[in-house]
């Protein structure tokens, strides 16, 4: 008697119709570099003009070109508002984008931009699953893609495929 062929692993995830979405495959690829205003301070409190103009424009094309450039201050001094324009001037000239804040709340920006841009088409009455372990969420950006997506969307979770939270499910008597 012959044994029978094992049935063949189904991958009933696949199966499901369930849209995978990582939001840490939106982020851009570009680097993101900081740049903190507080190492030209004079005795930690003053920044002076020409000194401050000197060292920017010794700052390099290739240190900064391509980078996405987290402008901050770490120092609780009070900047005069020229020197955020002065750097941002400069560092825009080298070939680099500049976000006000730390690495930190740039890299946040950077993924509320990228889900503010998002296409929304692919995930039209579709079953939606917002990957957990991101590593590059914060509550904003959760909030966000929630806010984009359940327009369009017939359900989302939370979680993983096999694993997931429900956290919008779409009235039945809509569309």
């Given at each position: 008697?012959?044994?029978?062929?094992?049935?063949?692993?189904?991958?009933?995830?696949?199966?499901?119709?369930?849209?995978?979405?990582?939001?840490?495959a939106l982020m851009p690829k570009s680097k993101?570099?900081?740049?903190?205003?507080?190492?030209?301070?004079?005795?930690?409190?003053?920044?002076?003009?020409?000194?401050?103009?000197?060292?920017?424009?010794?700052?390099?094309?290739?240190?900064?070109?391509?980078?996405?450039?987290?402008?901050?201050c770490a120092s609780d001094a009070i900047l005069p508002?020229?020197?955020?324009?002065?750097?941002?001037?400069?560092?825009?000239?080298?070939?680099?984008?500049?976000?006000?804040?730390?690495?930190?709340?740039?890299?946040?920006?950077?993924?509320?931009?990228?889900?503010?841009?998002?296409?929304?088409?692919?995930?039209?009455?579709?079953?939606?699953?917002?990957?957990?372990?991101?590593?590059?969420?914060?509550?904003?950006?959760?909030?966000?893609?929630?806010?984009?997506?359940?327009?369009?969307?017939?359900?989302?979770?939370?979680?993983?495929?096999?694993?997931?939270?429900?956290?919008?499910?779409?009235?039945?008597?809509?569309?």
């Open positions: 008697m012959e044994t029978p062929l094992p049935e063949p692993i189904r991958n009933r995830v696949d199966e499901s119709g369930i849209i995978a979405l990582d939001l840490d993101v570099r900081g740049l903190d205003l507080s190492t030209y301070l004079e005795q930690g409190l003053i920044l002076r003009e020409k000194p401050f103009r000197a060292a920017m424009a010794e700052l390099s094309a290739a240190d900064w070109n391509g980078s996405t450039v987290a402008l901050h508002d020229w020197a955020w324009m002065l750097a941002t001037s400069k560092l825009t000239a080298l070939g680099a984008r500049v976000s006000i804040g730390d690495e930190n709340r740039t890299r946040e920006r950077l993924l509320l931009d990228a889900i503010d841009s998002l296409d929304l088409e692919p995930y039209r009455d579709g079953r939606l699953v917002i990957k957990g372990c991101a590593q590059g969420t914060t509550a904003e950006s959760l909030a966000r893609i929630i806010e984009r997506l359940q327009p369009v969307a017939l359900s989302i979770f939370y979680g993983e495929p096999c694993s997931s939270v429900p956290v919008y499910k779409r009235p039945k008597n809509s569309k």
